[in-house]
């Protein structure tokens, strides 16, 4: 395996942001593009390594092929089919199922046994179906889940709450979607309760609502402004990569497999976990109330009947 060496399959505008977010910050020590698209990735490779003398730290940027899995550290998933304008996340279930079942097969022969990060919607599903068909154990298949939701909703605490999101620890849990929550009694600005914030400032508890309405409600708003979302999720995985490659053991809401924790079962989906160079270590477990742990009941439920009526058939 070399170390830092990347494949990226899918250099679309997902990709490519978590690439030039890469390129930017170095770290990285080979970056592969695969697509099915070869035009483009010969492209992508020209474009970006044409900033490389800009950038803090040489960089190996190529088009390849799936036989570069072989020796890649990590491998991330961005390719398929993006949402379309009032299109649900897991309305395109179906479509990216068979073309994540492809792929995966195609990473695997290769000989592949490292990391990987998926990030096609509906994330949940997608990471299962990736981990499903790889053959590869739980802990080294992660979704994206909910790293993008809880950016944003640490976005919108900061400036709310007027302190840096730095400090800001807050967590988006569940489906990477409409049925996301917050489980504000284990949210912190610092060191101090969240709700203890808003109690001490007499602001409404209503407002931690509407921030997470905020959260929800931004994919659509961005599709429908500008019809993708992809600066936030690009500067996300390259997060998600950096806690793998540099063996960090940070604490990030991914979409990971559930075995009877959270009293649930084989399903993935948005938890906070500990990320390391092995992909999830453990869980951190939280102590949800009533309403918290239904609204995982609920996300975990729409998941796997999404499943149920259209995904295991693929995946046989
Ligand atoms: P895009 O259309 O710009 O890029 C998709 C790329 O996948 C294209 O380059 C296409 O050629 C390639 N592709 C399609 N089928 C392929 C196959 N069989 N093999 C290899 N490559 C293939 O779309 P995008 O905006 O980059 O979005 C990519 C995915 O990321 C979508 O599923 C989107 O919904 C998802 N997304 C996830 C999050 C998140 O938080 N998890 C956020 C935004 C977007």
Redesign the pocket.
């Known amino acids: 395996m070399k170390k830092g060496k990347i494949v990226l399959?899918?250099?679309?505008?997902?990709?490519?942001?978590m690439a030039y977010s890469m390129l930017n910050r170095g770290g990285i020590n080979e970056l592969v593009l695969?697509?099915?698209?070869q035009n483009?990735i010969k492209g992508e490779e020209m474009d970006l390594s044409h900033g490389l003398p800009y950038a803090p730290q040489k960089m190996i940027i190529k088009a390849g092929d799936y036989s570069e899995c072989k020796d890649a550290q990590i491998v991330v998933i961005?390719?398929?089919?993006?949402?379309k304008p009032g299109q649900t996340?897991l309305e395109?279930a179906e479509v990216?199922a068979k073309?994540m079942k492809?792929?995966t097969k195609?990473i695997m022969a290769s000989g592949f046994n490292g990391v990987i990060i998926?990030?096609?919607?509906?994330?949940d599903i997608?990471a299962y179906v990736v981990w499903k068909v790889s053959g590869l154990p739980k802990n080294k298949v992660i979704?994206?889940?909910t790293?993008?939701?809880t950016a944003r909703l640490r976005y919108l605490m900061a400036d709310y709450f007027k302190i840096s999101s730095k400090n800001i620890h807050a967590y988006i849990m569940g489906e990477?979607g409409d049925s996301s929550f917050v489980p504000w009694k284990h949210a912190y600005i610092g060191c101090k309760k969240v709700t203890d914030v808003m109690k001490d400032n007499h602001h409404p508890m209503e407002d931690l609502q509407k921030i997470h309405q905020g959260v929800v409600n931004a994919?659509y708003e961005i599709i429908e402004k500008k019809k993708?979302?992809?600066y936030?999720?690009g500067m996300?995985l390259n997060r998600l990569v950096r806690a793998v490659l540099d063996d960090e053991n940070s604490i990030l809401t991914v979409s990971t497999y559930l075995e009877n924790q959270y009293n649930q079962n084989d399903v993935y989906i948005g938890v906070p976990a500990v990320i390391n160079k092995n992909g999830v270590r453990d869980l951190v477990e939280l102590d949800l109330d009533e309403i918290e742990q239904e609204k995982l009941n609920k996300s975990c439920e729409l998941i796997k009947k999404m499943r149920k009526d259209s995904i295991d058939k693929i995946i046989d």
């Open positions: 399959v899918g250099a679309g505008f997902v990709g490519m942001s695969v697509d099915i698209d483009k961005t390719a398929g089919v993006a949402q996340r395109l990216n073309i492809q792929i195609d998926v990030a096609s919607n509906p994330v997608m979704g994206s889940g790293v993008l939701d990477h994919a993708a979302t992809y936030g999720i996300a």
